[in-house]
């Protein structure tokens, strides 16, 4: 069984920061891909940004410049800095995984949520 449990969100300013941690826990081998994504209120989930294993990054491309996805594979954590928030970033935000499970199983995990909140 794999956990993974987000922090780091909150309300905050228009123009403001907030850094999201995602950390991974349970039994398994390694993780392969790691992402965040968010889903507002009415709205689909969307990919925001994700990395590879060997730090390879994609973002969604309204949100380049802005936002900035790292990870610490020696922690099993995935982190999202965010930067100039606007009140369209509201949402919950959400973690994603591919994990080796076994040397032969991956398996994808999602986070429970945290909630940010861009708000004057």
């Known amino acids: 069984q794999v956990q993974l449990v987000e922090s780091g969100g909150g309300l905050v300013q228009p123009g403001g920061s907030l850094r999201l941690s995602c950390a991974a826990s349970g039994h398994f081998i390694s993780i392969n891909y790691m992402g965040w994504y968010r889903q507002a209120p009415g709205k689909q989930r969307e990919l925001v940004a994700a990395?590879?294993?060997?730090?390879?990054?994609n973002y969604a491309d309204p949100l380049k410049g802005r936002f900035t996805i790292s990870r610490d594979n020696t922690k099993n954590t995935v982190y999202l800095q965010m930067n100039s928030l606007e009140p369209e970033d509201t949402a919950v935000y959400y973690c994603?995984?591919?994990?080796?499970?076994?040397?032969?199983?991956?398996?994808?995990?999602w986070g429970q949520g945290t909630q940010v909140t861009v708000s004057s």
């Open positions: 990395i590879t294993s060997d730090y390879h990054t």
């Open positions: 994603n995984a591919e994990v080796w499970v076994t040397s032969a199983r991956r398996d994808a995990y």
